[in-house]
């Protein structure tokens, strides 16, 4: 089910794809292996291998966290932004710490996470390089301006 957030990174990536020509480094729309996952969502199980990925998090039609994920960052990619005891930086602390959602996510954020955000998971193969997978979450970041993303 496509709704005006999925359509909002279609857009955005086929804009992208003009940027990676720019920076001599081009993509083609089949390079791009794009999950839409409406909420509620699970969160995935593991990053296949050989693959990096951008991905986000989206609620009620706003973006709140766009990332990014090596070859090698199964658990960032997984788990970590569910719990915010993880990493430094994640959504669910982010949620905790933001007065505006503290009281909807209460003592468990990961569970809110999943019941109410939609997800995104963008693949490229890890052979297309970790700069340019920077490039494209710097582009998203810029687009589609996440509220726990630092301007």
């Not at 390079?31 to 509620?40: E, R, S």
């Not at 991905?55 to 994920?69: D, R």
Request: charged letters at 25%; aromatic letters at 10%.
């Amino acid at each position: 089910m496509y709704n005006a957030t999925s359509h909002e990174l279609e857009d955005a990536i086929n804009d992208f794809i003009q940027v990676s020509r720019l920076a001599r480094n081009p993509l083609e729309l089949e390079d791009f292996k794009i999950q839409f996952m409406n909420a509620p969502h699970d969160p995935p199980r593991s990053l296949p291998k050989n693959k990096m990925a951008v991905y986000g998090f989206c609620y009620n039609g706003t973006w709140l966290k766009i990332g990014k994920v090596g070859p090698k960052s199964n658990a960032r990619y997984c788990s970590q932004h569910y719990n915010p005891n993880s990493s430094m930086s994640n959504l669910a602390k982010s949620l905790i710490n933001d007065p505006i959602f503290k009281i909807q996510v209460k003592d468990n954020p990961g569970e809110w996470i999943k019941k109410n955000c939609s997800r995104v998971n963008i693949l490229l193969d890890s052979d297309k390089g970790i700069a340019l997978l920077s490039l494209l979450e710097a582009f998203l970041h810029v687009r589609l301006k996440p509220r726990y993303e630092k301007e």
